[in-house]
């Protein structure tokens, strides 16, 4: 299994209305190391949700049900590919961006290494990490 990390602006798509809708397309990716991570993905990989822009946070946990396939709103151009996501639950407290740049754990992720990337790998040590934060009481 693998571990990855979406982001959307809760203005564009959030948490919220993933779970109300049940199950998302991830499309519009054009950036070709995004996509790329799109293909990568695989059927029961787990993938934290994370607002960007404005709560800068992980705030959830979906998992992949459908592997890449052709963008359908962009279908005269083959190179863009889309996954379709399921939300399994929000985290107990989201995880601030704040909070990951404070941990000495987290210094290598992706997220704060590429902060413009939209779809990245995360690593297992580094999931179970962000997931123990969430269970943790805000100091």
Same mark, same amino acid.
């Given at each position: 299994?693998?571990?990855?990390?979406?982001?959307?602006?809760?203005?564009?798509?959030?948490?919220?209305?993933?779970?109300?809708?049940?199950?998302?397309?991830?499309?519009?990716?054009?950036?070709?190391?995004?996509?790329?991570?799109?293909?990568?993905?695989?059927?029961?990989?787990?993938?934290?949700?994370?607002?960007?822009?404005?709560?800068?946070?992980?705030?959830?946990?979906?998992?992949?049900?459908?592997?890449?396939?052709?963008?359908? /709103?962009?279908?005269?151009?083959?190179?863009?590919?889309?996954?379709?996501?399921?939300?399994?639950?929000?985290?107990?407290?989201?995880? /601030?961006?704040?909070?990951?740049?404070?941990?000495?754990?987290?210094?290598?992720?992706?997220?704060?290494?590429?902060?413009?990337?939209?779809?990245?790998?995360?690593?297992?040590?580094?999931?179970?990490?962000?997931?123990?934060?969430?269970?943790?009481?805000?100091?």
């Amino acid at each position: 299994m693998n571990y990855w990390l979406v982001k959307s602006e809760p203005d564009t798509y959030s948490w919220d209305r993933f779970v109300r809708e049940g199950k998302a397309v991830w499309d519009g990716v054009r950036n070709y190391q995004a996509r790329n991570n799109l293909k990568a993905m695989q059927t029961g990989d787990q993938v934290l949700f994370y607002h960007s822009v404005t709560k800068q946070a992980v705030v959830g946990l979906a998992i992949v049900v459908r592997e890449a396939y052709p963008d359908p /709103t962009v279908p005269d151009d083959p190179r863009w590919v889309v996954v379709e996501l399921e939300p399994v639950m929000a985290l107990d407290k989201p995880v /601030t961006l704040a909070q990951l740049k404070a941990e000495p754990l987290l210094g290598h992720m992706a997220l704060l290494r590429q902060s413009r990337l939209s779809v990245m790998p995360v690593r297992p040590d580094e999931f179970e990490l962000i997931l123990a934060m969430a269970q943790q009481p805000v100091a």
